[in-house]
């Protein structure tokens, strides 16, 4: 943003930024939640036959690349660039495991296929939006490293990674509410 | 060559084409690949989006956030140099009185397509028996009426609140001009997908598109739900755009009680668009892979339920009805002081009111459901919230009768239309209460009488509006005035049109006339009022046609009209030259004072030039 020159006019765009994303986050939500009102209306109390061992496995590390999330926009926040970038890699790295784990085997060895009933519709489209959203905010932390590993980030000046730490919490949001509804909630 | 090159919409259109086939060829090879055969409707929307996705990227949509990504700088929109004259309208434009104008002509070019279509099946409808179409071509032309229309009315709201809500506030552009341009520019080839549904085979579901029936229709259901679901992402994106702007760049002294009334309507509708657009989006999603991949959402058979779909669709496709009157009834207390010359009466109530009618809307969709079978304990609740609909839209009623009382009233041609959206207005919402109410709604439910009513609140809260705001702002807009004689024409040969097809429709629907439906028994009796119908929706064509004709010729040859035509104390009115400078404000910075609607009061100021309060910056 070159032509941004004082901190005042910075300080005002980084607010407009910050409202516009979180404004994304609440449209965005009520997508989620329109899939979630799905599960309940079709299957109400039903819970899916699902791999429990592999669920809790993916959960904890969704969990934990939002904690080196975290820790990446702290350490930018702090300057130290080598610090930044090493977290922005581990974050990626689960994020990638996660997405391996949900399409590469959960939809690999689930006991019922995409077009076998409600439980199947239900499944398949609930992880596959939350998937996409995973891809979605991989791509975005791959831009952030990338310019990150140009130097384009200040201890002031790092909205991106900001933003980008905020999509990737919003979607760890989103798997801590599908999770016990996909995986834990209702009798087989 | 290159210069119909250099026109950014051809080239658009070229590169959609273009990416329409390499998706569908894609698909084609990929399935191949699988050992999987040719299948036409996959297809068709995978082609569909990644054609949309082309269309963007010809036309440049992507370049500023892939420069951003790649680590570049990139200019401030207003930093931008843009090509000058017409040329510019038709390409990628950042500045918002251009996106607005873009907004308004698609619109408009969707309001004839729309109007046009329901005049080809109000032929068919004049007498009983089949003459012109068949059953799937109704079916369809019915239900591109009601899209188009609907894609219109979003694109003709986003075309007002984009031109006018940043001048009306003080602002130099909207928050984010790139997403700005962008959420136009996506809704193009939405549109053109919405529409050549009409060359794969139609649909047979009317716009609500209900399951089971759109589960196994023709393929062309495919191509309006890609449509419907690329225009809703630029209804969504343009409402975050509107809502940033209202909050976040007002003129120094605009606290949110000062602002004008009718950027208190757009921020209320675009809080609805913003949120419940996802819920139509998902519930045409949901049946768009139900159909390509057999997933069981909606189907019985299949463990699911084609219930859930009416409620997804109608959580937002009720609120969506509020999207499209609440800019339009914010136009109405906007204007209705400036012509009567007396203070909005209420003013905070009306501001609070369409946050009330927002805030409601969300709790009111299952009385579109009444009668397809939810669950008989919900019904009571439901017609409760949605009559107390009615209270915040009373408010603006009394508020209106209020500040015309004792005006001195003025009648120009936009206020014409003022008074005419009041009168229909309020017809469309005295016939809403019946359908509201569950012992009534079970008679009335899918006839006729729903179709009056409906557009009755449509007429009167979108198209009577939205005229009176072009007729107003023209002159912002090119400099020059609409010519009043054929804007009196217009409004006095569509409003007794109009007024005619919507009692004539709630008469025969009271009588039992369905909705929907290509034929109808001669017995029944309803020849004669459905010609009178067809004949006055004819009128409204040719009103329309006018006013159409008034719009270009006035832009060449219209009174020359620079200064605060109407008198208004709004700062686009009262501080800035028309037609609008390219960079609003600049230079005249201007700060608030007053109260936005004090008109008659002496000596008293809206909105000053910074430098003659002696505050210099």
Redesign the interface.
Known sequence: ????TSSAQYQ?KL??NR??LW??F???A??FG??L??RF??LGNRRLELEQTLGLIVTVVLLVSSFFMNRAEVMISKGNQKGFQRSIIVTIVLGILFLAGVVGVEWQTAHFQ?????????F??MTGMHAFHVLTGIIFLL?VY??GL?G?YTAEKHYAVEASANYWHFIDLVWIIYYPALYLMGLI | MRKIWSIGLIRALIFQILGSAIGAGLLGLIRLAMGLSWKTEPALVVGGFIGAIFFMIGIGGFSGWWKMAMGEDVPEAHDVTEPEGIRRYFGFSLDHKVIGIQYGILSMVLLSVGGSLALIFRTELASSGLQILDFVQFNTLVGLHGMVLIASILMGVAAMGNYVVPLMIGAEDMAFPRLNAFSFWIAVPATVLLLSAMLFGGFETGWTAYPPLSVRGPMGIQLFFAGVYIVGWSSILGALNLIVTTLKMRVKGMKLFVMPIFAWAVLATSIISLTATQLIGLSFQLVMFERLLGMGFFTPSNGGNPILFQHLFWFYSHPAVYIFVLPGLGIISELLPVFVRKPLFGYKWVAMSSMGIALTGYLVWGHHMFTSGIEEYLRVPFMYSTLLVAVPTGVKFFSWVATLWQGKLRFPVPMLFILGAIIVFLIGGLTGPPSGTVSTDLHLHDTYYIVGHFHATMFGGFIFPIFAAIYYWYPKITGRKMNDTLGKIHFYLMTPAFLVTSFGQMQIGMLGMRRRIADYDPTLGFDTSHLIITIAGYLIGVSVLIFFINLIISAKRGEVATGNVWQSRSPEWSILPSPSPVHNYKGMPFEVVGEPYDYGLEGSNYVLPVNQTGQAD
């Open positions: 943003m070159s032509s941004i005002k607010a407009i409202l516009g404004l994304f609440a449209s965005d009520f997508m329109g899939l009102v799905a209306y079709l995409v077009n076998e009933g409600a439980q199947g519709a239900v398949y489209m831009i990338r310019n140009k384009k």
